[in-house]
């Protein structure tokens, strides 16, 4: 079973995600971390992240670099947006998201354009939304615990601009596939948003075994 899950910045796709793979017993790919993988090695060798070239040279990191938490920085988030909107730097990333997608026994796979680009044919596609207020509220808190002195309001700014620059551009942009199921996060508790996600997620399996 392929299951994709898409959506905004912040909006807790992740830490959804990370739950279906548990409760399914499914592998899963945070395919986020792929395009700041490419970020942070563009800040670490001084190149132009506006310059596709310069970010598709970027592109062959170690995987070593996908489990350096510097991945997590607010700056690197905003920088992943920049690099991801380059359409060779898409097509570097493609095949590995697309191979993952349909290893044996299926994944869950969560980003921006999995139900849409990536696994168009998933068994089952979530698109989860909340506030922008909302969200930068929970990021702000996230980043608060790990040190960061960022303020609420830089927050809010880069996850509203980031939010543009993904559903703005024109290769694969940020959208809710026709045959997703929205899941709005924004008054649910984590358990409650999990809890919701796997009873959508069944549905669409029964639904499909009629
Ligand atoms: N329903 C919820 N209620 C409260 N906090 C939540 C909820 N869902 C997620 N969070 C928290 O919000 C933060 C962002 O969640 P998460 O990392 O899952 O979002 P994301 O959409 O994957 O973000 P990104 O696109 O930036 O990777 C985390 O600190 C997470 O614990
Ligand atoms: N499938 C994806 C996943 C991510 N991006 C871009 O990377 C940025 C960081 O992603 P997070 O999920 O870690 O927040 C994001 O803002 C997107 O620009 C993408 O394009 N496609």
């Known amino acids: 079973m392929i299951i994709a899950v898409d959506g905004p910045a912040a909006s807790g796709k992740g830490t959804i995600a990370k739950a279906l793979a548990r409760h399914y017993g499914l592998p899963h790919l945070d395919t986020g971390l792929l395009y700041r993988a490419v970020a942070l090695t563009v800040r670490r060798l001084d190149l132009d992240p506006a310059r596709e070239a310069d970010a598709v040279a970027a592109c062959d990191f170690?995987?070593?670099?996908?489990?350096?938490?510097?991945?997590?920085?607010?700056?690197?988030?905003?920088?992943?947006?920049?690099?991801?909107?380059?359409?060779?730097?898409?097509?570097?990333?493609?095949?590995?998201?697309?191979?993952?997608?349909?290893?044996?026994?299926?994944?869950?796979?969560?980003?921006?354009?999995?139900?849409?680009?990536?696994a168009p044919d998933a068994d089952a596609k979530l698109f989860v939304k909340?506030?922008?207020?909302?969200?930068?509220?929970?990021?702000?808190?996230?980043?608060?615990?790990?040190?960061?002195?960022?303020?609420?309001?830089?927050?809010?700014a880069d996850i509203r601009a980031r939010d543009a620059r993904d559903s703005g551009r024109s290769t694969a942009p940020l959208v809710m596939a026709p045959d997703a199921a929205l899941l709005d996060t924004s008054f649910l508790s984590i358990e409650a948003s999990v809890q919701k996600a796997v009873a959508l997620v069944d549905a669409r399996r029964a639904k499909a075994a009629e």
Not at 64 to 75: F, G, K, M, N, Y
Not at 81 to 97: D, E, G, K, M, N
Request: aromatic share 2%; no cysteine.
């Open 62 to 118: 170690d995987d070593a670099l996908l489990a350096d938490p510097a991945l997590r920085s607010d700056e690197i988030g905003q920088l992943a947006s920049i690099v991801s909107a380059h359409p060779l730097v898409r097509a570097a990333l493609l095949q590995r998201q697309k191979r993952f997608a349909r290893q044996d026994g299926g994944a869950v796979l969560d980003g921006r354009d999995i139900g849409s680009v990536i």
């Open 130 to 156: 909340a506030t922008p207020q909302i969200r930068a509220q929970r990021r702000h808190k996230e980043l608060q615990a790990h040190g960061s002195p960022v303020s609420f309001d830089k927050v809010l």
